[in-house]
């Protein structure tokens, strides 16, 4: 598949965005929800940061106390054997698994899609039980004129999914946790099928491991029912450890001899090297829990050295793109550290599922 990226990439890094208090570093922004708003393309950034610390036996992170009402700052000990640091992104601990960092939702906007203005401070930050450790990987859809915020609430708890609302990006409404743990990788359908909210998430097996793709239906967005299994992880391929949703899933027609219209979704997989990359699928338009087709061979894949190198490296993820003059316009966290733009080719990722031959 033939990707054009950006020669302005990384459009966004960690030092464009400015820290939420004067003692924390942004050391990630990545994973941004996307839409068209009036005349300009809004982000919604996923802002990873951490405390400064100038001290190398020690780790420190940021959590969200509720009966305070702030960040309290956590500090762990390298020299203790029994804390865990193997995965930069976590802390494992006798006592509990902590993140390495905490992050917030933050706009930016940009006229052309590609220079963008980023606001100064959080546009949600942590606020209840549920978001103790931070927001994650939004996810935007416009729904009957009124754009549904969907993210990630990371906590003591566990991993939530959770729901916001806003008309005009200035002020937000939040619905609370409409996925319970662990359940991640979730997007709402654009528009109704057949009167039913649909939506992609993501549940974890706790006994067996299985992070696969799910389906659900709901009269209201906030009651979720009727679950049933989409697709899961395919062996020896490079979706064969974990799948999950990625972008908001769109309505294409396929054309002649076809004229049939499907849902598109462009989704992440993982290899068994953790090597993040994007492929796509086909639902059915009016039984969206029906795969059409799927992408053998990845659509993007880490190939450029940001990608490949950072936080967490061989990562490509995205949270959203616009479809927009027969092109995939993707934004994409790349190695867990900078927001980066590239384009697909709509007709060539509709060969790619296989359905023309």
Same mark, same amino acid.
């Given at each position: 598949?033939?990707?054009?990226?950006?020669?302005?990439? &990384?459009?966004?890094?960690?030092?464009?965005?400015? &820290?939420?208090?004067?003692?924390?570093?942004?050391?990630?922004?990545?994973?941004?929800?996307?839409?068209?708003?009036?005349?300009?393309?809004?982000?919604?950034?996923?802002?990873?940061?951490?405390?400064?610390?100038?001290?190398?036996?020690?780790?420190?992170?940021?959590?969200?106390? =509720?009966?305070?009402?702030?960040?309290?700052?956590?500090?762990?000990?390298?020299?203790?054997?029994?804390?865990?640091?193997?995965? %930069?992104?976590?802390? @494992?601990?006798?006592?509990?698994?902590?993140?390495?960092?905490?992050?917030?939702?933050?706009?930016?906007?940009?006229?052309?899609?590609?220079?963008?203005?980023?606001?100064?401070? %959080?546009?949600?930050?942590?606020?209840?039980?549920?978001?103790?450790?931070?927001?994650?990987?939004?996810?935007?859809?416009?729904?009957?004129?009124?754009?549904? @915020?969907?993210? =990630?609430?990371?906590?003591?708890?566990?991993?939530?999914?959770?729901?916001?609302?806003?008309?005009?990006?200035?002020?937000?409404?939040?619905?609370?946790?409409?996925?319970?743990? +662990?359940?991640? +990788?979730? =997007?709402?359908? &654009?528009?109704?099928?057949?009167?039913?909210?649909?939506?992609?998430?993501? &549940?974890?097996?706790? /006994?067996?491991?299985?992070?696969?793709?799910?389906?659900?239906?709901?009269?209201?967005?906030?009651?979720?029912?009727?679950?049933?299994? /989409?697709?899961?992880?395919?062996?020896?391929?490079?979706?064969?450890?974990?799948?999950?949703?990625?972008?908001?899933?769109?309505? @294409?027609?396929?054309?002649?001899?076809?004229?049939?219209?499907?849902?598109?979704?462009?989704?992440?997989?993982?290899?068994?090297?953790?090597?993040?990359?994007?492929?796509?699928? /086909?639902? +059915?338009?009016?039984?969206?829990?029906?795969?059409?087709?799927?992408?053998?061979?990845?659509?993007?894949?880490?190939?450029?050295?940001?990608?490949?190198?950072?936080?967490?490296?061989?990562?490509?993820?995205?949270?959203?793109?616009?479809?927009?003059? +027969?092109?995939?316009?993707?934004?994409?966290?790349?190695?867990?550290?900078?927001?980066?733009?590239?384009?697909?080719?709509?007709?060539?990722?509709?060969?790619?599922?296989?359905?023309?031959?």
């Amino acid at each position: 598949m033939k990707v054009f990226r950006s020669p302005n990439n &990384p459009i966004i890094k960690p030092e464009d965005v400015k &820290p939420s208090m004067y003692d924390f570093e942004v050391i990630g922004v990545f994973n941004a929800g996307v839409t068209r708003f009036k005349d300009e393309v809004v982000l919604l950034l996923r802002v990873a940061e951490r405390p400064i610390n100038k001290h190398p036996d020690i780790v420190l992170t940021a959590i969200y106390d =509720v009966s305070k009402g702030q960040l309290i700052i956590k500090e762990f000990s390298k020299g203790d054997p029994e804390n865990n640091f193997s995965d %930069p992104r976590l802390i @494992i601990t006798p006592k509990g698994t902590y993140l390495t960092s905490i992050s917030h939702l933050r706009l930016a906007r940009s006229k052309d899609g590609i220079n963008f203005e980023i606001e100064d401070a %959080p546009t949600i930050r942590p606020a209840n039980d549920y978001e103790t450790f931070g927001l994650e990987d939004p996810r935007i859809s416009l729904i009957d004129g009124t754009y549904y @915020i969907n993210y =990630v609430g990371v906590g003591h708890f566990g991993v939530t999914t959770c729901l916001a609302s806003t008309k005009d990006f200035n002020t937000f409404e939040r619905h609370g946790v409409i996925f319970s743990p +662990d359940n991640k +990788d979730v =997007v709402l359908f &654009p528009e109704r099928v057949e009167g039913k909210y649909y939506a992609l998430h993501r &549940p974890v097996s706790s /006994l067996f491991g299985k992070q696969e793709i799910w389906i659900a239906e709901s009269p209201d967005l906030c009651c979720w029912g009727n679950h049933r299994y /989409l697709m899961g992880p395919r062996p020896n391929c490079w979706d064969e450890i974990k799948i999950g949703a990625s972008a908001v899933p769109f309505k @294409i027609v396929l054309g002649a001899p076809y004229g049939e219209q499907g849902w598109l979704e462009v989704y992440h997989g993982v290899d068994r090297n953790n090597r993040y990359c994007l492929g796509a699928l /086909l639902l +059915d338009s009016q039984e969206p829990w029906k795969v059409i087709a799927r992408t053998e061979k990845p659509i993007f894949e880490p190939e450029a050295d940001y990608e490949c190198n950072g936080f967490f490296g061989n990562v490509v993820f995205s949270c959203g793109l616009l479809c927009e003059d +027969d092109k995939l316009k993707i934004y994409y966290g790349a190695a867990d550290t900078v927001i980066c733009y590239a384009e697909l080719s709509l007709e060539e990722t509709i060969k790619g599922l296989n359905l023309f031959g």
